[in-house]
Protein backbone atom coordinates (compact mmCIF):
# COMPACT_ATOMS: atom_id res chain seq x y z
CA UNK A 1 0.00 0.00 0.00
CA UNK A 2 1.18 3.50 -0.60
CA UNK A 3 1.46 5.69 2.01
CA UNK A 4 3.05 9.28 2.02
CA UNK A 5 3.38 11.10 5.15
CA UNK A 6 4.07 14.82 5.74
CA UNK A 7 5.51 16.28 8.74
CA UNK A 8 7.35 19.55 9.78
CA UNK A 9 4.06 22.04 9.60
CA UNK A 10 3.45 24.18 12.43
CA UNK A 11 3.40 28.00 13.68
CA UNK A 12 6.53 30.76 11.70
CA UNK A 13 6.74 33.95 12.31
CA UNK A 14 7.35 35.69 8.55
CA UNK A 15 10.32 35.99 7.30
CA UNK A 16 11.57 32.84 8.90
CA UNK A 17 11.98 29.28 7.95
CA UNK A 18 10.63 25.91 7.86
CA UNK A 19 11.64 22.15 6.41
CA UNK A 20 8.69 20.07 5.17
CA UNK A 21 9.55 16.42 5.29
CA UNK A 22 7.39 13.40 3.52
CA UNK A 23 8.09 9.87 4.40
CA UNK A 24 7.47 7.70 1.63
CA UNK A 25 6.49 3.78 1.57
CA UNK A 26 4.73 1.15 -0.82
CA UNK A 27 6.67 1.63 -4.11
CA UNK A 28 10.02 2.08 -5.29
CA UNK A 29 10.36 6.18 -4.64
CA UNK A 30 13.79 6.68 -6.54
CA UNK A 31 11.51 5.57 -9.87
CA UNK A 32 9.51 8.81 -9.56
CA UNK A 33 9.21 12.10 -9.37
CA UNK A 34 7.76 13.47 -6.58
CA UNK A 35 5.39 16.65 -5.91
CA UNK A 36 4.47 19.13 -3.37
CA UNK A 37 1.15 20.38 -3.84
CA UNK A 38 -0.64 23.23 -1.12
CA UNK A 39 -4.02 24.82 -0.67
CA UNK A 40 -4.70 27.41 1.56
CA UNK A 41 -7.49 27.36 3.81
CA UNK A 42 -10.57 27.70 1.83
CA UNK A 43 -9.03 28.21 -1.87
CA UNK A 44 -7.76 26.08 -4.71
CA UNK A 45 -4.99 23.86 -4.98
CA UNK A 46 -1.51 25.27 -5.75
CA UNK A 47 1.21 23.26 -7.66
CA UNK A 48 4.77 24.33 -5.58
CA UNK A 49 7.44 22.04 -7.02
CA UNK A 50 8.65 18.94 -8.32
CA UNK A 51 11.55 16.74 -8.53
CA UNK A 52 12.76 14.32 -11.30
CA UNK A 53 13.48 10.71 -9.84
CA UNK A 54 17.17 11.56 -9.68
CA UNK A 55 17.11 15.38 -8.42
CA UNK A 56 18.42 15.71 -11.92
CA UNK A 57 15.32 18.34 -12.80
CA UNK A 58 13.37 20.12 -10.66
CA UNK A 59 10.65 23.30 -11.05
CA UNK A 60 8.92 25.78 -9.03
CA UNK A 61 5.66 28.18 -9.05
CA UNK A 62 6.51 31.27 -9.61
CA UNK A 63 5.23 32.33 -6.66
CA UNK A 64 8.07 30.24 -4.41
CA UNK A 65 10.83 30.99 -6.90
CA UNK A 66 13.88 31.72 -5.20
CA UNK A 67 12.59 30.95 -1.63
CA UNK A 68 11.61 27.17 -1.53
CA UNK A 69 13.84 24.38 -2.29
CA UNK A 70 12.97 20.83 -2.89
CA UNK A 71 15.04 17.92 -2.73
CA UNK A 72 14.49 14.18 -1.90
CA UNK A 73 16.96 11.05 -0.33
CA UNK A 74 16.30 8.13 -2.44
CA UNK A 75 17.76 6.11 0.46
CA UNK A 76 15.60 7.86 2.76
CA UNK A 77 12.71 7.42 0.51
CA UNK A 78 11.89 10.79 1.46
CA UNK A 79 11.03 14.04 0.10
CA UNK A 80 11.92 17.38 1.27
CA UNK A 81 10.36 21.08 1.04
CA UNK A 82 12.96 23.79 2.18
CA UNK A 83 10.84 26.87 2.87
CA UNK A 84 12.56 30.40 3.66
CA UNK A 85 11.65 33.83 3.68
CA UNK A 86 7.90 32.56 4.46
CA UNK A 87 4.94 35.08 3.96
CA UNK A 88 1.38 35.27 5.46
CA UNK A 89 0.04 34.59 1.68
CA UNK A 90 1.95 30.50 2.52
CA UNK A 91 -0.39 29.85 4.55
CA UNK A 92 -1.64 26.42 3.39
CA UNK A 93 -2.28 22.50 3.97
CA UNK A 94 1.19 20.73 2.19
CA UNK A 95 0.75 17.76 0.34
CA UNK A 96 3.35 15.91 -0.64
CA UNK A 97 2.17 14.00 -3.92
CA UNK A 98 2.80 11.52 -6.46
CA UNK A 99 1.40 12.21 -9.84
CA UNK A 100 2.16 10.11 -12.67
CA UNK A 101 1.08 10.42 -16.18
CA UNK A 102 1.85 8.27 -18.94
CA UNK A 103 -0.16 8.09 -22.68
CA UNK A 104 -2.09 4.72 -21.29
CA UNK A 105 -1.89 5.20 -17.85
CA UNK A 106 -1.90 7.70 -15.20
CA UNK A 107 -1.54 7.16 -10.92
CA UNK A 108 -1.84 10.02 -8.01
CA UNK A 109 -1.42 9.47 -4.45
CA UNK A 110 -1.60 11.77 -1.80
CA UNK A 111 -0.84 12.26 1.56
CA UNK A 112 -2.81 13.71 4.64
CA UNK A 113 -1.00 17.46 4.88
CA UNK A 114 0.99 19.33 6.89
CA UNK A 115 -0.53 22.76 7.88
CA UNK A 116 2.10 25.38 7.77
CA UNK A 117 1.21 28.70 9.22
CA UNK A 118 2.83 32.36 8.81
CA UNK A 119 1.69 34.75 11.41
CA UNK A 120 3.07 36.97 13.50
CA UNK B 1 3.68 29.97 -16.32
CA UNK B 2 0.83 28.51 -17.89
CA UNK B 3 -2.42 29.80 -16.00
CA UNK B 4 -5.39 27.84 -16.21
CA UNK B 5 -8.85 29.46 -15.79
CA UNK B 6 -12.10 27.40 -14.96
CA UNK B 7 -15.51 28.96 -15.53
CA UNK B 8 -17.73 28.65 -14.12
CA UNK B 9 -16.55 29.55 -10.59
CA UNK B 10 -20.14 27.82 -9.11
CA UNK B 11 -22.73 25.21 -10.84
CA UNK B 12 -25.61 24.84 -9.30
CA UNK B 13 -27.62 21.66 -10.75
CA UNK B 14 -29.96 18.90 -9.14
CA UNK B 15 -29.30 15.19 -8.98
CA UNK B 16 -29.69 13.64 -12.72
CA UNK B 17 -28.99 16.59 -14.71
CA UNK B 18 -25.75 17.43 -16.78
CA UNK B 19 -22.91 19.02 -15.50
CA UNK B 20 -20.38 20.85 -17.93
CA UNK B 21 -17.11 21.92 -16.69
CA UNK B 22 -15.04 24.30 -18.93
CA UNK B 23 -10.91 24.89 -18.01
CA UNK B 24 -9.00 27.35 -20.67
CA UNK B 25 -4.82 27.44 -20.58
CA UNK B 26 -2.98 30.60 -21.68
CA UNK B 27 -0.53 28.79 -24.11
CA UNK B 28 -1.44 25.01 -25.77
CA UNK B 29 -0.78 22.17 -23.26
CA UNK B 30 -1.59 19.65 -26.40
CA UNK B 31 -3.70 16.78 -24.41
CA UNK B 32 -1.60 17.13 -21.30
CA UNK B 33 -4.77 18.15 -18.98
CA UNK B 34 -6.18 16.50 -16.23
CA UNK B 35 -9.58 16.67 -14.02
CA UNK B 36 -9.34 16.16 -10.06
CA UNK B 37 -12.30 16.03 -8.17
CA UNK B 38 -12.10 17.01 -4.30
CA UNK B 39 -14.41 17.05 -1.25
CA UNK B 40 -14.18 18.71 1.64
CA UNK B 41 -11.71 17.60 4.34
CA UNK B 42 -10.34 15.41 1.82
CA UNK B 43 -7.47 14.85 -0.59
CA UNK B 44 -7.74 15.95 -4.57
CA UNK B 45 -8.85 12.70 -6.55
CA UNK B 46 -7.78 12.06 -10.24
CA UNK B 47 -11.00 11.65 -12.30
CA UNK B 48 -9.79 12.11 -15.99
CA UNK B 49 -6.48 12.71 -17.80
CA UNK B 50 -4.96 12.75 -21.41
CA UNK B 51 -7.66 15.16 -21.49
CA UNK B 52 -9.97 12.46 -21.93
CA UNK B 53 -8.81 9.31 -20.28
CA UNK B 54 -10.89 8.20 -17.32
CA UNK B 55 -8.71 7.08 -14.32
CA UNK B 56 -8.62 3.51 -13.36
CA UNK B 57 -12.13 3.01 -10.97
CA UNK B 58 -13.80 6.20 -12.50
CA UNK B 59 -17.31 6.10 -13.36
CA UNK B 60 -18.68 6.05 -17.06
CA UNK B 61 -20.79 9.18 -16.32
CA UNK B 62 -17.67 11.33 -15.92
CA UNK B 63 -16.02 12.44 -19.62
CA UNK B 64 -13.74 14.78 -20.89
CA UNK B 65 -12.68 16.64 -24.15
CA UNK B 66 -10.79 19.19 -25.70
CA UNK B 67 -7.09 19.78 -26.72
CA UNK B 68 -4.89 22.79 -27.00
CA UNK B 69 -6.31 25.47 -24.55
CA UNK B 70 -9.96 24.87 -24.60
CA UNK B 71 -11.09 21.14 -22.18
CA UNK B 72 -14.47 20.28 -21.03
CA UNK B 73 -15.30 18.04 -18.06
CA UNK B 74 -18.99 16.45 -18.38
CA UNK B 75 -20.69 14.67 -16.18
CA UNK B 76 -23.69 13.17 -17.32
CA UNK B 77 -26.56 12.65 -14.82
CA UNK B 78 -25.19 13.95 -10.97
CA UNK B 79 -25.04 11.71 -8.53
CA UNK B 80 -25.06 12.87 -4.74
CA UNK B 81 -21.25 12.11 -4.48
CA UNK B 82 -20.22 14.06 -7.92
CA UNK B 83 -21.21 17.63 -5.64
CA UNK B 84 -17.64 18.61 -4.93
CA UNK B 85 -15.14 21.02 -6.05
CA UNK B 86 -13.01 20.17 -9.32
CA UNK B 87 -10.19 21.44 -10.64
CA UNK B 88 -8.11 20.61 -14.29
CA UNK B 89 -4.14 20.54 -14.03
CA UNK B 90 -1.81 21.26 -16.97
CA UNK B 91 0.91 18.96 -16.92
CA UNK B 92 2.48 19.66 -20.79
CA UNK B 93 5.44 21.35 -19.08
CA UNK B 94 7.51 18.98 -17.13
CA UNK B 95 7.83 20.28 -13.42
CA UNK B 96 6.09 23.07 -14.34
CA UNK B 97 2.35 22.00 -13.59
CA UNK B 98 -0.55 24.54 -12.69
CA UNK B 99 -4.27 24.13 -11.06
CA UNK B 100 -7.38 26.11 -12.14
CA UNK B 101 -8.78 27.80 -9.46
CA UNK B 102 -11.55 25.36 -9.29
CA UNK B 103 -15.18 25.13 -9.88
CA UNK B 104 -17.64 24.25 -6.58
CA UNK B 105 -20.42 21.95 -8.19
CA UNK B 106 -23.06 22.30 -5.49
CA UNK B 107 -26.36 21.03 -5.49
CA UNK B 108 -29.47 23.15 -6.74
Keep these: EVQLVESGGGLVLPGRSLRLSCAASGFTFDDYAMHWVRQAPGKGLEWVSGISWNSGSVGYADSVKGRFTISRDNAKNSLYLQMNSLRVEDTALYYCAKLIYYDSNAIDYWGQGTLVTVSS | ?108
Design chain 2, 1 to 108: EIVMTQSPGTLSLSPGERATLSCRASQSVSSNLAWYQQKPGQAPRLLIYGASTRATGIPARFSGSGSGTEFTLTISSLQSEDFAVYYCQQYNNWLQYTFGQGTKLEIK
